[in-house]
């Protein structure tokens, strides 16, 4: 895998609706086991960006692949705003959007962290939301991670598109 190459995996629908209170709820979210994809690495070193389509109500988790390491990027339950979140090298930094995006509209979500800026950034709707620059020693800090990558975890609502790569705008 190239710093150039876009990172993809698909899940069985390319739009699926994710109710958490229905009986079927843990069949749908999607997961893919670290064991079985080459993404983990595509956070490694690399610049990385994670962009999304959702239509919530409430909100939850879009897509994760963290421990220590890794991302998330989700709907905080309390506010209804977006949030990312990025960890390297035992450091972690988190951007959270001040507008709620529960609103039952679509949102499109972009956050990415630039290494070579040494910022992680959230865009909402093609507009800047919030930046944090990244701790000391993040900007070359292994963010490889053995968590699953987990999408809809516990999030109601549409996910009309997903789509993780190592790149920054």
């Given at each position: 895998v190239s710093a150039d190459d876009e990172i993809t995996h698909s899940v069985r629908r390319a739009s699926f609706t994710i109710d958490p209170s229905s009986a079927n709820a843990p069949e749908r979210s999607?997961?893919?086991?670290?064991?079985?994809?080459?993404?983990?690495?595509?956070?490694?070193?690399y610049n990385l960006s994670v962009e999304a389509i959702v239509k919530t109500s409430?909100?939850?988790?879009?897509?994760?692949?963290?421990?220590?390491?890794?991302?998330?990027?989700?709907?905080?339950?309390?506010?209804?705003?977006?949030?990312?979140?990025?960890?390297?090298?035992?450091?972690?930094?988190?951007?959270?959007?001040?507008?709620p995006v529960n609103d039952g509209k679509p949102h499109h979500l972009f956050a990415e962290v630039d290494r070579d800026a040494g910022f992680a950034v959230l865009y909402v709707d093609g507009r800047k939301?919030?930046?944090?620059?990244?701790?000391?020693?993040?900007?070359?800090?292994?963010?490889?991670?053995?968590?699953?990558?987990?999408?809809?975890?516990?999030?109601?609502?549409?996910?009309?598109?997903?789509?993780?790569?190592?790149?920054?705008?």
């Open positions: 999607e997961s893919v086991a670290a064991s079985d994809a080459e993404w983990p690495q595509a956070v490694a070193r409430s909100g939850g988790l879009v897509v994760s692949a963290l421990d220590k390491n890794g991302f998330a990027l989700g709907i905080l339950a309390k506010g209804g705003v977006p949030a990312f979140r990025f960890a390297a090298g035992g450091n972690a930094v988190t951007v959270q959007g001040r507008t939301a919030a930046s944090q620059r990244l701790t000391p020693g993040m900007k070359d800090a292994d963010a490889s991670t053995g968590a699953d990558l987990l999408v809809g975890k516990g999030f109601a609502g549409d996910i009309d598109f997903l789509r993780i790569a190592h790149s920054s705008l």
